[in-house]
């Protein structure tokens, strides 16, 4: 598993802190598909890739 950062790390403000409501955990081929481009997909924009190609 590993953290995904809901915002982007470089778009954060210098002193801003992450919450543990600010990441989710995802296997490592979804993180991949999550940062492919800019803007980031959403979880949900994943998930409805996901569900449209089983």
């Known amino acids: 598993m590993e953290g995904h950062h809901i915002i982007p ?7 801003s802190k992450t919450k543990v409501e ?3 955990l995802v296997c490592a081929n979804c993180h991949r598909m999550l ?3 800019r803007p980031w997909l959403s979880k949900e924009q994943l998930k409805d890739i996901l569900q449209s190609n089983s």
């Open 22 to 24: 600010d990441i989710i």
């Open 9 to 15: 790390v470089s778009e954060l403000e210098e002193d």
């Open 35 to 37: 940062q492919r481009k």
